[in-house]
């Protein structure tokens, strides 16, 4: 038994190994491998640094001579927005793509591509050929953002709508002799609403990459808050005009007497 969990746990370290090994292997192509490092997450608005090794899957011997390496890279809508290629190594065996700190400056989904290519790496002096197409994401901090803290912005995001709610419900029950505090009621209700929205716009950008959501929250709030503007015009409007009626009547009633 002994033996068996020994064995199990010696199959089991090169696996655990080799799944965090941030190199990648491609062999799709012709003739030759690419290892790259592994891209998933990179910061915006950073230079980064391609690095490529090609390998002669013929002898396994690394190829620095005769190889012809292009790479492309999209952005999340797919259209292309960079090449470059080289044809010498750095580091002895490093073909390197430098993609400048002005190019990914927006966070979401890009991609890139390399091909590699070399018209005498065959032992007949053949074409060979390789290549890799892997996608990454971008965003402010480089890493996937923390889910930590999610379910205490939940709450504070229910909290003010469900004052909200109380107070537009208030407003709709209560009797016409409570006409001032159902207004004040239902014009409260309008800044929870608000409250909410904030705190959701706050976890659509530290928690996800919804940027046409957070538009459309942002222009939701535009306009409720040009509503809201024009619901408080019109309460005080009709305030100034009744007073200066009961003014008008109470100078009436006087001159009379």
Known sequence: MKKNIIFFLLFLLPSLVLAASPFAETTRGDGLQLEYPILEWVQTNTELEISVHVYNLEDGVAEV??????????????????????????????????????????????????????????????????????????????????????GFLAILIMIPIILGLFFLIGAATLGEEHNVLRIVLFLLSVPMTWISLHFGMIGLVRYYQLEALQNAIGSFTYWTAWLFFVLISYFVIYTIWKATEVAAQKKEERLRY
């Open 65 to 150: 001579t005769g190889v012809n390496c292009t790479l492309h890279v999209y952005n999340e809508t797919g259209n292309h927005i960079y090449t470059n290629w080289t044809t010498e190594v750095d580091h002895l065996f490093d073909y390197e793509f430098e993609i400048s700190s002005s190019l990914i400056t927006e966070p979401g989904k890009y991609a890139l591509g390399v091909y590699c290519v070399c018209d005498s790496c065959g032992f007949e002096g053949s074409e060979l050929g390789g290549f890799f197409f892997e996608s990454f994401y971008a965003n402010d901090e480089g890493e996937p953002k923390s889910q930590e803290g999610l």
